[in-house]
Structures are given as structure tokens and as C-alpha cells.
């Protein structure tokens, strides 16, 4: 008889990702570390006919960076139907002459609910059991805003050490919804997701789909 008297029902779970984007306009140069920082506080619900397998529900945060070279989206363009992109540099305050950026990304943060179906090979030993889940996540998404920092002459000479913001959601999706797998060996695994719905509206250009495969940290 399994006996889970001894195995936490709440935790909490982190994922570091590589993301980038399927189906990406031909003038979205993505480059560099994208990545995401995700963390949700969990709740862990066994079935009574088999204690293998669980429900897990939570909520949290998920945040992702793009990267972007010599092609800027330019999020806050209220003149613009739809998302375009710069291919130099550009915006108030930035220097003149500038060509480029040094670095620039749009990070987009939402308020997500992950949901898993998850199977242990030994639900008593979680430490050290292998785990599988699938699910989804439903986020909201919170904020979008995009970072430039030092514009660049064509040679790459530094030409302002300034950092610019701009903040707007008005072209993306207020929602996402990606199917997720996970599999983890004790407290560390992998996992893997992929936005089925746009994350732009469908009025702002390309359907694009958000991916993400990176490690996670979870005691369930």
C-alpha cells in the first residue's frame, strides 16, 4: 500500500528556458540568449485509485526576453496598425548618427496557471523518483515593454551610454495558452512549451508562436 502521509501536497517549482519564436516575421532578426525565468507556487493533488498519478495546479509568474539584432520592434508606435520593425536605431534620445543598439529585447511578463498531469515511478520517494507530466499554462499577460541600450555608430563605437524604455501591450495577445511536458529525476528535469494561440492579435501581423525548452527545479 502507498503511503504519501510523509509527501508535501504544496512546493514550489522554477524553469529556466531558451526561448524564440515560430513563425517569426522575415524582419524579426532574433538573436542572442532569449530566455525565460518562470516561478509558480504549486498544489498537489493524488488520485485515490492510483497514487502514481497527480493533478498539479498553481500560480505564478513567467517572464521572457527576446532578443533583438539591428531589427527593433517597435511596440509603442501608435500610428501603426501593426508591429513593424526598425532596422537601425531610432526614438527619442537616442544618439544621432546611431545605427544600432548595443542590446536590445522585449520582455514580456504574465500572471500564469500551470496545470499538469503528472506520473511517478515511486510516489513514496519523490526525491528521487522519475516523474512525467503534461499540461498546459493559462497566462495573462501583465506587462510588454521593450530595451535599448547604447546606440552604435556602423563601426560599433559607442556613441551614448543611455538606456531607453518603452512600455505597450497594444499588439500583443491579452492571453496565452501552451501545452507543456515535463521529466525530471528527483528535484531536477527538463521541460519543453509551445504558445498554441498567437502572440500578437490578429491584427497586428504574423501569427507568431513563443517556444521554450530549458531545466526545472521541483520537489514534485
Avoid: C
Amino acid at each position: 500500500m502507498v503511503d504519501l502521509s510523509k509527501r508535501a501536497a504544496d512546493h514550489f517549482m522554477f524553469e529556466l528556458g531558451y526561448d524564440n519564436w515560430a513563425n517569426k516575421p522575415d524582419s524579426a532578426n532574433i538573436q542572442g540568449f532569449n530566455h525565460s525565468l518562470n516561478f509558480y507556487f504549486m498544489m498537489d493533488f493524488p488520485f485515490k485509485t492510483d497514487k502514481r498519478l497527480s493533478i498539479g495546479v498553481g500560480l505564478g509568474l513567467g517572464s521572457g526576453q527576446i532578443y533583438f539584432n539591428k531589427s527593433y520592434p517597435l511596440i509603442a508606435d501608435y500610428n501603426n496598425p501593426t508591429l513593424s520593425f526598425a532596422t537601425s536605431a531610432g526614438g527619442s534620445g537616442t544618439a544621432q548618427g546611431a545605427d544600432h543598439y548595443k542590446r536590445f529585447k522585449l520582455v514580456t511578463n504574465y500572471l500564469e496557471i500551470p496545470v499538469e498531469l503528472r506520473f511517478a515511478l515511486d510516489p513514496e520517494h519523490m526525491d528521487k523518483s522519475w516523474k512525467f507530466a503534461v499540461g498546459t499554462k493559462i497566462g495573462y499577460l501583465i506587462t510588454a515593454y521593450t530595451k535599448s541600450v547604447d546606440p552604435e555608430d556602423v563601426t560599433g563605437r559607442v556613441l551614448a551610454h543611455v538606456v531607453e524604455k518603452e512600455s505597450s501591450k497594444q499588439f500583443f495577445s491579452d492571453f496565452k495558452f501552451a501545452p507543456t511536458i515535463r521529466v525530471s529525476k528527483g528535484v531536477f528535469g527538463i521541460f519543453g512549451q509551445i504558445q498554441v494561440n498567437s502572440l500578437l492579435n490578429a491584427s497586428a501581423g504574423n501569427s507568431v508562436f513563443p517556444f521554450s525548452a530549458g531545466v526545472v527545479l521541483s520537489g514534485l
